[in-house]
C-alpha cells in the first residue's frame, strides 16, 4: 500500500511538472493558435535550407507547441529529436531578444543556422535584424540567452 502510494506521488509530481512546462511554453513562445513558426517546418530550415510552409497533415506537438512540417520524414525526424529543430527563443526576433530582451514577430524566411540550432528574425518595413545580428552576433547571442532565461524561468 504504502508503494502504491509513493508511486502515485511521484506520478502525480511528473505530470503536474509536465503540464507547468507546456503551460509555460504556450505563454511565452510565438504561436498563433498553438502552431509555431507561422505554419512554416522546422526541419526544412536544416534539410532543405529555406523556409518550407508546413501542413497540419503532418503536425507534431512537443510540449504543447505545433509544429506543422512539410512531410512524413520531416515529421519522423522532428518527433526523433524536436531539441534538433525547435526555434531559439521560443521562435521570438533572435536580435530583439538580444537587443533588448523583447518578444518580437519574425518573417520565417528569414533565419540563420548556428552551432546547429534555429534562430529566426524580423524582417519588413526596410529592417531586416538579421543584418545587425551578423554585424555583433556573439553579443547579441550571449544577451539573448541571458534575456530568454529572464523570461522563461
Do not use: H
Not at 526596410?126 to 529572464?150: G, I, Q, V, Y
Amino acid at each position: 500500500m504504502k508503494q502504491y502510494l509513493i508511486t502515485s506521488i511521484l506520478f502525480l509530481l511528473t505530470i503536474s511538472s509536465l503540464f507547468a512546462q507546456s503551460s509555460k511554453r504556450l505563454v511565452q513562445f510565438n504561436l498563433s493558435n498553438k502552431v509555431a513558426i507561422q505554419g512554416y517546418d522546422p526541419v526544412a530550415y536544416f534539410k532543405q535550407g529555406k523556409a518550407v510552409k508546413g501542413s497540419s497533415s503532418f503536425a507534431v506537438s512537443v510540449d504543447g507547441v505545433t509544429y506543422n512540417c512539410s512531410s512524413a520524414a520531416n515529421k519522423a525526424l522532428l518527433q526523433a529529436n524536436p531539441a534538433a529543430y525547435e526555434p531559439q527563443y521560443g521562435g521570438w526576433c533572435a536580435y530583439a531578444m538580444g537587443k533588448s530582451g523583447e518578444k518580437v514577430e519574425i518573417d520565417p524566411a528569414t533565419f540563420k543556422i548556428i552551432g546547429g540550432k534555429l534562430y529566426l528574425f524580423y524582417n519588413a518595413y526596410f529592417n531586416n535584424t538579421l543584418t545587425p545580428w551578423n554585424k555583433d552576433e556573439a553579443n547579441l547571442k550571449r544577451n539573448a540567452e541571458t534575456n530568454w532565461k529572464k523570461l522563461f524561468n
